[in-house]
């Protein structure tokens, strides 16, 4: 089902845009979650927190995009999870917000960056300069959590090449941040 259609059917309250979500996009949004928290069991609650976020959500929104409107929600339950779980436990999670440290004002602080409008633009627009191998790389690593190793993988790629790729593009984004006085 087209994804205008699964919004039409939260503003209308019916109880199917929930399934129809979570079959469209359930599997990416466990996996999304699983990435932050190493629990399936955990996962399972974001993902179906995040269900309850949507519907009460859209009445005041229509995401053109529903997708990374479930993903946005799922990422942001997910790292509240993590941070009340793991108060004074690091997790590998934590080591991939620390490689931002040099880029971003607040790296111990990942769930708030989403409420800088200027920032969220800012890298919206470093990441549209991109070719869609390094964005992709970039979105894999910062947002999906994946390991330089699962990205290397994935592209063909040996994990030296893939921290060299993120700390160049981290140099890039540190700064068009500074340009747009951001940091």
Same mark, same amino acid.
């Given at each position: ?20 979500? #979570?079959?469209?996009?359930? %599997?990416?949004?466990? /996996? ?35 997708? #990374? ?7 942001? +339950? %997910? @790292?509240? *999870? ?5 108060? @004074? ?14 880029? @971003?004002?607040?790296?111990? %602080?990942? #769930? ?17 300069? *991109? ?15 994946? %390991? ?18 993120? +700390?160049?593009? /981290? ?13």
């Amino acid at each position: 089902m087209e994804d205008s259609k699964i919004v039409e059917l939260f503003w209308k309250r019916s109880e199917s845009a929930i399934m129809e979500t #979570a079959k469209k996009y359930g %599997s990416m949004l466990q /996996r999304l979650s699983e990435s932050v928290l190493h629990s399936a069991q955990d996962a399972e609650e974001c993902v179906n927190d995040s269900y309850i976020s949507a519907w009460n959500s859209m009445p005041e929104n229509r995401p053109c995009y529903l997708g #990374a409107y479930m993903a946005k929600i799922t990422r942001n +339950h %997910s @790292l509240n *999870l993590l941070e009340k779980k793991n108060a @004074l436990k690091r997790q590998g999670e934590d080591l991939i917000y620390d490689e931002l440290a040099d880029v @971003l004002e607040d790296p111990e %602080s990942p #769930a708030n960056w989403e409420d800088s409008k200027a920032l969220t633009d800012a890298i919206n627009g470093y990441l549209a300069t *991109l070719t869609a191998d390094k964005r992709a790389i970039f979105v894999r690593r910062y947002f999906f959590n994946d %390991s330089e190793d699962k990205i290397a993988k994935d592209f063909g790629l040996k994990s030296g090449n893939v921290r060299i790729i993120l +700390h160049r593009l /981290r140099l890039g984004l540190k700064l068009i941040l500074e340009k747009e006085e951001l940091l």
